[in-house]
Protein backbone atom coordinates (compact mmCIF):
# COMPACT_ATOMS: atom_id res chain seq x y z
CA UNK A 1 0.00 0.00 0.00
CA UNK A 2 0.87 3.92 -1.07
CA UNK A 3 0.58 6.46 1.42
CA UNK A 4 1.77 10.30 2.18
CA UNK A 5 2.46 12.09 5.56
CA UNK A 6 2.99 15.38 5.25
CA UNK A 7 3.94 17.30 8.10
CA UNK A 8 2.64 20.71 9.54
CA UNK A 9 -1.01 21.07 8.14
CA UNK A 10 0.14 24.98 8.03
CA UNK A 11 3.82 26.39 7.48
CA UNK A 12 4.15 30.35 7.44
CA UNK A 13 7.71 32.31 6.60
CA UNK A 14 8.45 35.70 6.22
CA UNK A 15 8.85 36.96 2.11
CA UNK A 16 12.58 35.94 1.41
CA UNK A 17 13.05 33.28 4.35
CA UNK A 18 13.38 29.75 3.37
CA UNK A 19 10.32 27.52 2.19
CA UNK A 20 10.52 23.92 3.73
CA UNK A 21 7.36 21.61 3.28
CA UNK A 22 7.99 18.07 4.38
CA UNK A 23 6.71 14.89 2.87
CA UNK A 24 7.35 11.13 3.72
CA UNK A 25 6.14 8.29 1.74
CA UNK A 26 5.19 4.56 2.05
CA UNK A 27 5.24 2.60 -0.68
CA UNK A 28 6.07 -1.46 -1.44
CA UNK A 29 7.66 -0.82 -4.49
CA UNK A 30 10.25 2.14 -6.30
CA UNK A 31 8.07 5.48 -5.97
CA UNK A 32 6.93 8.35 -8.58
CA UNK A 33 6.74 11.15 -6.33
CA UNK A 34 5.29 14.42 -7.50
CA UNK A 35 4.29 17.60 -5.85
CA UNK A 36 1.67 20.06 -6.63
CA UNK A 37 0.34 23.24 -5.57
CA UNK A 38 -3.00 23.99 -5.30
CA UNK A 39 -4.16 27.84 -5.48
CA UNK A 40 -7.56 29.20 -4.11
CA UNK A 41 -10.67 27.59 -6.14
CA UNK A 42 -8.19 25.96 -8.70
CA UNK A 43 -7.44 22.88 -9.71
CA UNK A 44 -3.53 21.28 -9.04
CA UNK A 45 -0.35 22.67 -10.76
CA UNK A 46 2.46 19.73 -10.75
CA UNK A 47 5.77 21.52 -9.36
CA UNK A 48 8.06 19.09 -9.87
CA UNK A 49 8.10 15.69 -9.93
CA UNK A 50 10.71 12.65 -9.43
CA UNK A 51 10.77 9.25 -11.14
CA UNK A 52 14.09 7.73 -11.20
CA UNK A 53 18.15 8.81 -11.88
CA UNK A 54 19.01 12.44 -10.20
CA UNK A 55 17.66 12.68 -6.78
CA UNK A 56 17.39 16.66 -6.50
CA UNK A 57 14.87 17.58 -8.97
CA UNK A 58 14.07 21.07 -9.63
CA UNK A 59 10.53 22.42 -10.90
CA UNK A 60 8.85 25.15 -11.77
CA UNK A 61 8.91 28.67 -9.35
CA UNK A 62 12.22 28.13 -7.95
CA UNK A 63 11.28 25.16 -6.37
CA UNK A 64 13.39 22.01 -5.90
CA UNK A 65 12.55 18.57 -3.94
CA UNK A 66 15.24 15.31 -3.16
CA UNK A 67 14.38 12.19 -3.16
CA UNK A 68 15.69 10.34 0.18
CA UNK A 69 15.40 6.66 -0.12
CA UNK A 70 16.88 6.03 3.21
CA UNK A 71 14.58 9.06 4.87
CA UNK A 72 11.52 7.92 2.20
CA UNK A 73 11.48 11.55 2.31
CA UNK A 74 10.76 13.97 -0.66
CA UNK A 75 10.57 17.38 1.12
CA UNK A 76 10.03 20.75 -0.84
CA UNK A 77 12.26 23.75 -0.98
CA UNK A 78 12.64 27.20 -2.38
CA UNK A 79 15.63 29.40 -0.99
CA UNK A 80 13.30 32.88 -0.70
CA UNK A 81 9.73 32.92 -0.20
CA UNK A 82 7.33 35.14 -2.64
CA UNK A 83 4.06 36.82 -1.19
CA UNK A 84 2.89 34.54 -4.31
CA UNK A 85 3.68 31.47 -3.08
CA UNK A 86 1.23 31.17 -1.02
CA UNK A 87 -1.34 28.10 -1.51
CA UNK A 88 -1.62 24.42 -0.32
CA UNK A 89 0.85 22.65 -1.47
CA UNK A 90 0.14 18.58 -1.65
CA UNK A 91 3.16 15.78 -2.08
CA UNK A 92 1.91 12.43 -3.86
CA UNK A 93 3.31 9.26 -4.92
CA UNK A 94 2.58 6.82 -7.58
CA UNK A 95 3.57 3.02 -8.16
CA UNK A 96 1.27 2.37 -11.14
CA UNK A 97 3.18 0.97 -13.95
CA UNK A 98 1.75 0.11 -17.13
CA UNK A 99 -2.03 1.18 -18.23
CA UNK A 100 -3.20 2.52 -15.26
CA UNK A 101 -0.61 5.65 -15.44
CA UNK A 102 -1.20 8.79 -13.69
CA UNK A 103 -2.59 7.31 -10.62
CA UNK A 104 -1.81 9.34 -7.40
CA UNK A 105 -1.76 9.02 -3.59
CA UNK A 106 -1.73 12.23 -1.71
CA UNK A 107 -1.26 13.57 1.91
CA UNK A 108 -3.27 16.08 3.37
CA UNK A 109 -1.81 19.00 2.25
CA UNK A 110 0.06 21.80 3.38
CA UNK A 111 -0.96 25.19 3.61
CA UNK A 112 1.82 27.48 2.92
CA UNK A 113 1.64 31.56 4.17
CA UNK A 114 4.32 33.64 3.25
CA UNK A 115 4.31 37.34 5.29
CA UNK A 116 5.28 40.59 3.83
CA UNK B 1 -3.54 22.54 -26.88
CA UNK B 2 -7.19 22.86 -25.07
CA UNK B 3 -6.43 21.78 -21.08
CA UNK B 4 -8.77 20.21 -18.84
CA UNK B 5 -11.79 21.90 -18.32
CA UNK B 6 -14.80 20.54 -15.69
CA UNK B 7 -18.76 21.76 -15.55
CA UNK B 8 -20.44 23.23 -14.03
CA UNK B 9 -17.97 24.66 -11.75
CA UNK B 10 -20.51 24.61 -8.87
CA UNK B 11 -23.26 22.62 -8.23
CA UNK B 12 -26.07 22.42 -5.22
CA UNK B 13 -28.03 19.15 -4.76
CA UNK B 14 -30.18 17.75 -1.84
CA UNK B 15 -29.65 14.71 0.24
CA UNK B 16 -30.83 11.65 -2.21
CA UNK B 17 -30.46 12.90 -5.49
CA UNK B 18 -28.43 12.43 -8.37
CA UNK B 19 -25.38 14.45 -9.99
CA UNK B 20 -23.54 14.04 -12.83
CA UNK B 21 -19.95 16.10 -13.39
CA UNK B 22 -18.56 16.62 -16.55
CA UNK B 23 -14.92 16.47 -17.94
CA UNK B 24 -13.37 17.22 -21.87
CA UNK B 25 -9.50 15.70 -21.12
CA UNK B 26 -6.69 17.31 -22.67
CA UNK B 27 -6.10 17.20 -26.32
CA UNK B 28 -4.53 13.73 -26.63
CA UNK B 29 -5.15 12.46 -23.42
CA UNK B 30 -6.97 9.08 -23.32
CA UNK B 31 -7.07 8.52 -19.74
CA UNK B 32 -9.19 10.31 -17.11
CA UNK B 33 -9.28 9.89 -13.38
CA UNK B 34 -11.51 11.55 -11.32
CA UNK B 35 -10.60 12.49 -7.28
CA UNK B 36 -12.76 13.57 -4.43
CA UNK B 37 -11.09 16.35 -2.30
CA UNK B 38 -13.38 16.97 0.72
CA UNK B 39 -12.14 20.42 2.53
CA UNK B 40 -8.65 20.12 4.46
CA UNK B 41 -8.10 17.10 3.01
CA UNK B 42 -5.86 15.84 0.08
CA UNK B 43 -7.56 14.56 -3.08
CA UNK B 44 -8.76 10.70 -2.84
CA UNK B 45 -8.71 8.94 -5.89
CA UNK B 46 -11.90 7.53 -6.85
CA UNK B 47 -11.62 5.90 -10.55
CA UNK B 48 -10.05 5.80 -13.68
CA UNK B 49 -11.04 5.65 -17.47
CA UNK B 50 -8.69 4.19 -20.26
CA UNK B 51 -10.04 3.76 -23.93
CA UNK B 52 -13.91 3.84 -22.25
CA UNK B 53 -13.30 1.12 -19.80
CA UNK B 54 -13.02 1.22 -15.92
CA UNK B 55 -9.40 0.91 -14.94
CA UNK B 56 -9.04 1.16 -11.39
CA UNK B 57 -11.03 2.38 -8.61
CA UNK B 58 -10.31 3.82 -4.71
CA UNK B 59 -12.15 2.89 -2.28
CA UNK B 60 -15.49 4.74 -3.13
CA UNK B 61 -19.01 2.44 -3.52
CA UNK B 62 -21.02 1.46 -6.41
CA UNK B 63 -23.22 4.63 -6.21
CA UNK B 64 -19.87 6.53 -7.62
CA UNK B 65 -20.00 5.33 -11.48
CA UNK B 66 -18.60 7.00 -14.60
CA UNK B 67 -18.40 6.61 -18.00
CA UNK B 68 -15.88 7.69 -21.01
CA UNK B 69 -17.08 8.38 -23.82
CA UNK B 70 -15.11 7.74 -27.02
CA UNK B 71 -13.75 11.87 -27.68
CA UNK B 72 -12.19 10.50 -24.03
CA UNK B 73 -14.51 13.15 -22.35
CA UNK B 74 -15.87 11.72 -19.38
CA UNK B 75 -19.03 11.73 -16.64
CA UNK B 76 -19.25 11.58 -12.98
CA UNK B 77 -22.58 10.32 -11.76
CA UNK B 78 -22.99 10.37 -7.79
CA UNK B 79 -26.51 8.34 -6.94
CA UNK B 80 -27.97 8.89 -3.17
CA UNK B 81 -26.22 11.99 -2.67
CA UNK B 82 -25.11 11.96 1.00
CA UNK B 83 -23.83 15.09 3.12
CA UNK B 84 -20.38 13.42 3.11
CA UNK B 85 -20.42 13.68 -0.83
CA UNK B 86 -20.31 17.84 -0.52
CA UNK B 87 -16.24 18.32 -1.96
CA UNK B 88 -14.44 19.23 -4.60
CA UNK B 89 -14.14 16.98 -7.56
CA UNK B 90 -11.10 16.99 -10.13
CA UNK B 91 -10.66 15.56 -13.26
CA UNK B 92 -7.48 14.60 -14.56
CA UNK B 93 -6.29 13.57 -17.58
CA UNK B 94 -2.85 11.69 -18.93
CA UNK B 95 -2.10 9.53 -21.85
CA UNK B 96 0.14 6.25 -21.19
CA UNK B 97 3.47 6.59 -23.08
CA UNK B 98 4.48 9.78 -21.90
CA UNK B 99 7.70 7.98 -20.15
CA UNK B 100 7.89 6.97 -16.49
CA UNK B 101 5.61 8.90 -14.11
CA UNK B 102 3.38 10.60 -16.56
CA UNK B 103 2.26 13.78 -15.49
CA UNK B 104 -1.27 14.08 -14.59
CA UNK B 105 -2.98 17.46 -15.75
CA UNK B 106 -6.02 18.54 -13.57
CA UNK B 107 -9.39 20.75 -14.21
CA UNK B 108 -10.14 22.91 -12.08
CA UNK B 109 -12.79 21.21 -9.92
CA UNK B 110 -16.92 21.40 -9.74
CA UNK B 111 -17.76 22.26 -5.99
CA UNK B 112 -20.30 20.02 -4.80
CA UNK B 113 -22.57 21.00 -1.91
CA UNK B 114 -25.00 18.43 -0.73
CA UNK B 115 -27.62 20.15 1.68
Known amino acids: AQSVTQLGSHVSVSEGALVLLRCNYS??????LFWYVQYPNQGLQLLLKYTTGATLVKGINGFEAEFKKSETSFHLTKPSAHMSDAAEYFC??????????????FGRGTQLTVWP | ETGVTQSPTHLIKTRGQQVTLRCSSQSGHNTVSWYQQALGQGPQFIFQYYREEENGRGNFPPRFSGLQFPNYSSELNVNALELDDSALYLC??????????????FGQGTRLTVV
Open chain 1, 92 to 105: AVSTDRGSTLGRLY
Open chain 2, 92 to 105: ASSSPGQGEGTEAF
Open chain 1, 27 to 32: SSVPPY
